[in-house]
DNA sequence: CTAGATGCAAAGAATTTGCGGCCCC
DNA sequence: GGGGCCGCAAATTCTTTGCATCTAG
């Protein structure tokens, strides 16, 4: 019945309302990283007459509660993802337009140190990969 | 007289006309990453009856011949640098919004091989750094 | 009753496009 | 004199907001 991220949004003391719980709901059941059409899409299977621009409010929200991160991935539209402890980036399949998750803690490490280099301190950073599925037989090493 | 990228531009075989040379002449001389409103005003200091929509097509000719790149920095507005042979990333101060460009050739290293163990073919990445200075005494490792 | 949440439609912001006019080969 | 380019303004797309209404405490 209580979704994740309700239970969450709870957690930080957020008023919950029907319509919130749906966006969180459907963000939860997410497997992907859906942009707000589709979150609305979704909230509307669950509750057709939410708004879209409630969902745009609640999605706002959520993210301003560190709850749901917003991901830009160039296309112009922002797609949403629960938050995650373990930091991850993005490969992009340009072809079918399939996310693929991955992390990797020397990549952690090196934007650590580059900043620190700079003299900078880390405080956000994005990292996206886009890319083309290899062919089962190797054309390139 | 001939901005380097408009030296680019010939080479292309692209047709040149005196809006497109005042635009390529914005971005030879620009020392940032200026938007399109930027590269516009800039443009209208050479040529006051340059408009908005030709700055728009020029840049947007500019990009597709590989001869400036895209940026996007996450702030809604597409930002523009000389496409440069050697590959670079940026950290962005978000204090200040000064933007400092690095290179690393570990990170290229490490994309190539997380693109390559994912079975992808790596074509395009992005990398951005985003933080604030660091004090003269450092108050963390 | 009051504060805050919602839906709708209008407003915004960045970018693209339709179109008449102009320029150049 | 025909194709391409330009400027202008309208159209598009994504997102935010003003406002009247509704709702829960």
Redesign the pocket.
Known sequence: MTSHIEQLCIEKG??M????RVVARVLSEATDHP???QVHIRAMQI?P?????????????LEEASIIERLDFG????RFEEACERHHHHLIDIQTGEVIEFMNDEIEELKKKIAHDLNYRLIGHRLELYGIKRRPEPEES
């Open positions: 957020l008023k309302t029907d319509q919130r942009d707000v059409e509750d007459n939410i708004s879209i621009a409630t969902v745009y409010r609640s999605l706002r929200l296309d112009g539209r922002a």
